[in-house]
């Protein structure tokens, strides 16, 4: 049962919506704009670090839960995000008992909600921001992550976009920049006036919002097949 507040504060929840929206445009602009060069990787590549690939693993995996949760509606999943950012703006409640509701509403298991999603994504991000520093630009991240969930190693091992799609590459493409847009979106969590489980919600519902619209663009004619 969400609590009710006669005035709610949305100023900061429709803050972290545009800067997940935004990025997800800019990264959108960009498949027609930047040259991304597809040489061989080094250890050195962000998308060949194993915090890296487990945090966009997990980001997939909890907007892969939500999107099946709601049937792959996009409206469903609006009206779900709409709902978490009632909850992020929720007065005398902690963090923690905003991600008990989130977890509730969302449909995650016992035992792997937020809580825990967001503990191991930032304690990942803080690792990688000590190992990459400067390197961390918008572009970079995004060309990392386009090019991991490429690989067919995280095709055949993550089990994801699995769905018959008729354009199944640029469904993965944007998928990308989605999962990118999410990657920035919880890395600045901390700048917000939210807790970090509330901004991970936030974050995971705008990218599951912005998948959902990918699925419409490229999958959902062949949905079913």
């Not at 999943?77 to 905003?98: P, Q």
């Not at 993550?158 to 999962?179: D, E, F």
Request: with cysteine.
């Amino acid at each position: 049962m969400l609590r009710e507040s006669r005035k709610p504060d949305f100023e900061e929840s429709r803050r972290v919506s545009y800067f997940i929206m935004r990025k997800i445009f800019l990264t959108f602009i960009m498949f027609g704009f930047i040259y991304f060069s597809k040489a061989q990787t080094s250890d050195t590549d962000l998308r060949s670090n194993p915090l890296f690939i487990e945090n966009v693993s997990k980001l997939n995996e909890v907007a892969e839960i939500i999107f099946n949760n709601y049937g792959k509606s996009k409206s469903s999943i609006l009206e779900v995000k709409r709902l978490v950012e009632e909850i992020a703006n929720s007065k005398g409640i902690s963090d923690n008992e905003k991600a008990d509701q989130m977890n509730s509403l969302l449909g995650l298991p016992q035992g792997a909600g937020i809580e825990y999603y967001a503990t191991l994504v930032n304690n990942n991000w803080n690792s990688i921001k000590l190992q990459y520093g400067t390197l961390l630009t918008d572009s970079y991240i995004k060309n990392e992550t386009e090019a991991l969930m490429e690989s067919d190693t995280y095709q055949n091992t993550s089990g994801r976009h699995a769905n018959p799609c008729r354009k199944r590459a640029l469904y993965i493409l944007c998928s990308a920049a989605a999962t990118s847009a999410a990657i920035l979106c919880h890395a600045a969590c901390t700048s917000t006036l939210f807790g970090m489980f509330a901004c991970f919600g936030l974050c995971a519902t705008g990218q599951t919002y912005a998948i959902a619209e990918c699925y419409d663009t490229y999958c959902a004619p062949l949905a079913g097949n």
